[in-house]
T-cell receptor, first 114, second 107 residues
């Protein structure tokens, strides 16, 4: 069974630009969660989508948004990039809601903002 | 004060040693995950537990909901166990993460 895939794996953007990251969950998984990991803040929850509905959102500004499609693939978007948005962005999928089912993580997208 | 505290932050061990990593949290939870992150960044879920104890190979995870504490044990540690171990309680529909314990096992 194919694992969680994320594209692109690496990305360099300039301040003020916007970026879209993609996550394809394991087949049959309906939940996709997004996380940001930085050396200073560690891992932080961004949002979770389940059956195309956003269930919860972490403490991030409105510049961070996401969506989930009917095939469970998910995208997250960051507008007006800031230097502090440089991070590893991870998505994870699970069959049931995140937290009550085992989560399977993708390899991450490493975003560098210059 | 952080909602999730892990100890120790760093741990070195000789191959074969018994390892214990502790996680204490201050919020109510419905489940707790233990994650493993290797230097390349990839994260693997080791355990999800809501009570008692789980075992998988050389790894054992325990949780005491009343005391808000969980432990991860590695028996007969091996250099391939070298990684960062992260405790992640599930609270109000989201995972909250500890800062991780960096484990290095030397042959």
């Amino acid at each position: 069974k194919a694992g969680v895939t994320q594209t692109p794996r690496y990305l360099i953007k300039t301040r003020g630009q916007q970026v879209t990251l993609s996550c394809s969950p394991i087949s049959g998984h309906r939940s996709v969660s997004w996380y940001q990991q930085t050396p200073g803040q560690g891992l932080q929850f961004l949002f979770e989508y389940f059956s195309e509905t956003q269930r919860n959102k972490g403490n991030f500004p409105g510049r961070f948004s996401g969506r989930q499609f009917s095939n469970s693939r998910s995208e997250m978007n960051v507008s007006t990039l800031e230097l502090g948005d440089s991070a590893l962005y991870l998505c994870a999928s699970s069959r049931t809601l995140a937290g009550v089912g085992e989560q399977y993580f993708g390899p991450g997208t490493r975003l560098t903002v210059t | 004060k952080n909602e999730v505290e892990q100890s120790p932050q760093n741990l070195t061990a000789q191959e074969g040693e018994f390892i214990t990593i502790n996680c204490s949290y201050s919020v109510g939870i419905s489940a707790l995950h233990w994650l493993q992150q290797h230097p390349g960044g990839g994260i693997v879920s080791l355990f999800m537990l809501s009570s008692g104890k789980k075992k998988h190979g050389r790894l054992i995870a325990t949780i005491n909901i009343q005391e808000k504490h969980s432990s991860l044990h590695i028996t007969a540690s091996h250099p391939r166990d070298s990684a960062v171990y992260i405790c992640a309680p599930y609270n109000t529909d989201k995972l909250i993460f500890g800062t991780g314990t960096r484990l290095q096992v030397f042959p």
